[in-house]
């Protein structure tokens, strides 16, 4: 994949005009209102690894409309003091996997919390362990994308992204845990989730945004052919009276809109030459971010990025907030 987007020296200044709803906030603040109804019901079991540097708990805790959801906790054993705390969100069809893949942050003395995202998790890549009660309620495609794009409430990732919120609050109440100290941080799907979190919270220390997904979803379906956007044009191209209330729905959960509010310290990232994520959907919203930012980027990648070498980035964030 060559260079496809705007020059770089044009997304650094790409800043689109793009109308969200009137009742955004209104519409979140009823989401969570409702979530908060259900108590977090956090249960933590401790999980033999077969690790012996860090402790590992299986945890559970209820999410949207009181789903069970999982996760791990990862800590470093032996360190005294509330720890600080890496919330996690994982990419599109993965799941929480298993705690040995989520070590790097505790061997830098930091808990590492890792959310399952509910009804994905499958194949070969990171297995889960969460399902999605709700269902779908229209016409969908196939994976995540189309289920429920009749309406905002019915969105599926309404409720992943209360999942999420709700996980910042459950590692918030964890002995052990500074409830000050919570970074969010995630990639694509991952990255999407935690620009949403960031956005709908004004109490964490930082976000670290890799080549998010779920961003500036008007312009994402007509430059890119890659999935999983395609999934939103596969789905129009059968549905094509539905195209204005796709979209209506869409624009609730546009990353554009949750980065206009984000406060907290941000890490973003993002690879040239990604055609799942393109580099303008990513520079827009890095654009609108409003706390303190900067941007790794990656001029030879696609949608990996920096791999590895984000991880080292990742450190030296942390390493600025302990």
């Known amino acids: 994949m060559a260079l496809f987007d705007l020059p770089l020296e044009q997304l650094r200044e790409y800043r689109p005009d793009v109308p969200e709803p009137a009742d955004f906030d209104e ?3 009823t989401t969570l209102t409702e979530a908060g109804g259900f108590g977090l019901d956090v249960r933590l079991e401790p999980y033999d690894a077969g690790l012996v540097t860090v402790d590992v708990l299986d945890v559970a805790f209820a999410g949207w409309g009181g789903h069970p959801i999982k996760a791990w906790l990862v800590k470093p054993k032996g360190v005294e003091g509330p720890l600080p705390c890496v919330v996690e969100y994982i990419g599109y069809s993965g799941g929480r996997s298993y705690p040995w893949a989520h070590t790097t942050y505790p061997a830098a003395g930091w808990a590492h919390f890792v959310m399952d995202t509910r009804g994905q998790g499958f194949g070969n890549w990171q297995p889960g362990d969460t399902a999605d009660p709700y269902g779908t309620t229209g016409p969908t495609n196939k994976g995540w994308m189309t289920q429920g794009l009749e309406s905002p409430e019915h969105y599926y990732y309404r409720r992943v992204f209360t999942d999420a919120y709700r996980a910042v609050d459950v590692a918030k109440g964890i002995d052990g845990i500074d409830p000050d100290r919570i970074v969010v941080a995630g990639g694509s799907q991952g990255g999407g989730i935690t620009q949403a979190v960031g956005g709908l919270r004004d109490d964490l220390a930082g976000a670290m945004i890799d080549v998010p997904f779920l961003t500036h979803f008007r312009r994402a379906v007509t430059i890119t052919d890659a999935f999983p956007y395609q999934e939103i044009v596969e789905f129009l191209s059968g549905q094509r009276l539905r195209e204005d209330r796709v979209f209506a729905t869409l624009d609730y959960f546009d990353g554009l809109h949750f980065a206009a509010r984000g406060t907290a310290p941000a ?47 990742h450190l030296q964030f942390l390493a600025e907030r302990r």
């Open 27 to 29: 519409f979140w603040k």
């Open 267 to 313: 890490l973003y990232s993002v690879g040239l030459m990604d055609d799942v994520c393109p580099p303008s959907t990513v520079f827009a919203a890095y654009n609108r971010w409003q706390g303190e930012k900067r941007i790794t980027v990656w001029p030879w990648n696609r949608h990996e990025g920096g791999g590895i070498h984000q991880r080292g980035e």
